[in-house]
């Protein structure tokens, strides 16, 4: 069965201190792995797509990573309004993600 | 653009009522997928359509709950007799195509909740 664990499931930083967000995952065939943000009482939008082992992208403070085994997103300098429920999914080929619990992020000024 | 839409935004039902849920995908988007996001849970996949097919139907939880999609645009999410554990954000997504490795764009929810 695919599986997506992220951890922590909560992290608190204070602004400008840096840290990793991971997702490890359990699939028969990696199709593709997606990271959304999801602020309160919305939908999840959408940030980046990986698709093979090696591949990183970025968009202002975050950068995206993927290994075989899991994928990493990394938090440069953060901001308050970088604050949101960060989740993961993979899909493996059958037209729908399997999506993890999320990391739930809170900057602090 | 125009991003998805979904509507209502919030609906109070009581159990045992039907209720119809829907939603609107990014105009040219020809796959669209629902979504229930769970108190403390992520998200899980119900049902997805390419065009007006749908092909895996595996994620409705039971048979009180089923989807249609007319004219490859708007879905509607139809849950009969609701019960309370059926209270939860209902999310539609769409994408250019089923092709796996395209992006699936979020609409806002629809939050159930079955008193």
């Known amino acids: 069965e695919d599986q997506v664990t992220q951890s922590p499931e909560a992290l ?3 602004e400008g201190e840096s840290s990793s967000l991971n997702c490890s995952y359990t699939v028969s065939g990696l199709r593709g792995l997606f990271w959304y943000r999801q602020d309160p009482g919305k939908g999840p939008e959408f940030l980046f797509t990986l698709y ?9 403070r975050l950068k995206a990573t993927l290994t075989k085994k899991e ?36 900057v602090s000024p | 653009g125009a991003g998805v839409s ?66 490859g645009s708007v879905s509607t999410l139809t849950i009969q007799r609701t019960q309370q554990e059926d209270s939860a954000v ?14 699936q764009f979020f609409g806002p929810g629809t939050r159930l909740t079955v008193l």
């Open chain 1, 12 to 14: 608190r930083l204070q």
């Open chain 1, 52 to 60: 093979s082992a090696g591949e990183e992208k970025e968009k202002e």
């Open chain 1, 71 to 106: 994928s990493f997103l990394h938090i440069t300098a953060p901001k308050p309004e970088d604050s949101a429920t960060y989740l993961c999914a993979v899909n493996t080929g059958f037209q729908k993600l399997v999506f993890g619990t999320g990391t739930r992020l809170l």
């Open chain 2, 6 to 71: 979904q509507s209502p935004s919030n609906k109070v039902t009581e159990k045992g009522k039907d209720v119809e849920l829907r939603c609107d995908p990014i105009s040219g988007h020809t796959a669209l997928y629902w979504y229930r996001q769970s108190l403390g849970q992520g998200l899980e996949f119900l049902i997805y359509f390419q065009g007006n097919s749908a092909p895996d139907k595996s994620g409705l939880p039971s048979d009180r709950f089923s989807a249609e999609r007319t004219g």
């Open chain 2, 90 to 103: 209902y999310l539609c997504a769409s994408s250019f195509d089923s092709l796996s490795y395209n992006e």
